[in-house]
């Protein structure tokens, strides 16, 4: 079976994700190859099904199999340390398909990565702040909104970005002042007035920042800041005059779901530091 495993693995290498029939796929998932198995050949071909216009493969396949490798720890660290290369550079240079489906999916990959050093570090402190600094430039730059539709399936693009920002804000090795650097972009993408969320965008935003909040040296007085740059709106002059605007409703929409969120998270807490930070909150909410 090992063998006729191997044999597989070997064909899945040197084929583009198209080519490759379900059948193999569906032997892969079920067995998850060993490390040694698991060669640049397998991982670049993964790679290219995060480029599929077919959900499937994108999903269930590219992503699934990167996600259970790396958590099962299948992937050899030199394979690792590359495949982290390659994403960073590539979300960093906002590579993009016809379809815009493969930088999300190169950024749920990324999340994957990521937990990898969470979980045991194996990262240099420079990776790590390349790491920061990518995610920061990657969600100041996000511009398309759209989560799931029927035709294409999940894009996802700030969900999945909130998922990085989360796996960092539980690293004991990432700092505060990287903390902040998140924080300050993940709360730029609260309220876009250009799309309401509708898929789940404000939850996993609201868990980022709720761990980020978690940490006691980012204090009361930065995020007041943080809420302050949230508590008018861009669109039209103050929250009152949202109501025969399309902008402003999504912007009222988007902040109050992820204030509801966050105030969800942060009473699950009692830590002392959280308790003004829940107020602050609160006071924002009642504001729309």
Same mark, same amino acid.
């Given at each position: ?37 698991v060669t640049p050949a397998l991982i670049n071909t993964l790679y290219t099904c995060l480029a599929s216009s077919d959900p499937r493969l994108r999903d269930q396949t590219g992503y699934q ?12 660290? &030199?394979? #690792? %340390?590359?495949?982290?290369?390659? !994403?960073?550079?590539? *979300? ?33 402190? &420079?990776? #790590? %702040?390349?790491?920061?600094?990518? !995610?920061?430039?990657? *969600? ?43 924080a300050r972009a993940i709360m730029s993408q609260i309220s876009p007035s250009s799309h309401a969320y509708i898929h789940g965008e404000s939850s996993r935003m609201a868990r980022a920042v ?8 980012l204090t009361e007085a930065f995020w007041s800041a943080s809420f302050l740059l949230l508590s008018e709106p861009k669109s039209v002059t103050d929250w009152d005059k949202v109501f025969n ?44």
């Amino acid at each position: 079976m090992l063998f006729s495993l191997l044999l597989t693995t070997q064909l899945v290498s040197a084929t583009p994700c198209l080519q490759v029939p379900e059948k193999e796929w569906q032997t892969l998932r079920e067995q998850l190859p060993e490390a040694q198995s698991v060669t640049p050949a397998l991982i670049n071909t993964l790679y290219t099904c995060l480029a599929s216009s077919d959900p499937r493969l994108r999903d269930q396949t590219g992503y699934q199999l990167f996600s259970d490798l790396l958590r099962e720890d299948r992937v050899p660290a &030199t394979e #690792r %340390q590359a495949l982290w290369h390659r !994403l960073n550079r590539d *979300i960093n240079n906002q590579v993009n398909d016809p379809l815009q489906v493969f930088l999300p999916f190169a950024i749920l990959v990324y999340v994957e990565v990521l937990r990898t050093d969470r979980i045991t570090p194996w990262m240099t402190f &420079t990776q #790590r %702040q390349d790491s920061v600094d990518t !995610l920061v430039k990657a *969600i100041k730059a996000t511009d398309d909104y759209r989560g799931f539709s029927q035709d294409v399936g999940w894009r996802h693009q700030i969900a999945h970005l909130s998922d990085a920002v989360l796996q960092m804000a539980v690293n004991d090795k990432i700092s505060s002042a990287q903390k902040k650097q998140l924080a300050r972009a993940i709360m730029s993408q609260i309220s876009p007035s250009s799309h309401a969320y509708i898929h789940g965008e404000s939850s996993r935003m609201a868990r980022a920042v709720g761990f980020l909040m978690l940490d006691p040296d980012l204090t009361e007085a930065f995020w007041s800041a943080s809420f302050l740059l949230l508590s008018e709106p861009k669109s039209v002059t103050d929250w009152d005059k949202v109501f025969n605007h399309e902008a402003g409703l999504n912007e009222r929409h988007n902040l109050r779901l992820f204030l509801y969120e966050l105030l969800a998270l942060l009473a699950l807490t009692e830590q002392p530091h959280v308790v003004p930070l829940r107020q602050l909150a609160q006071n924002l909410l009642k504001q729309l």
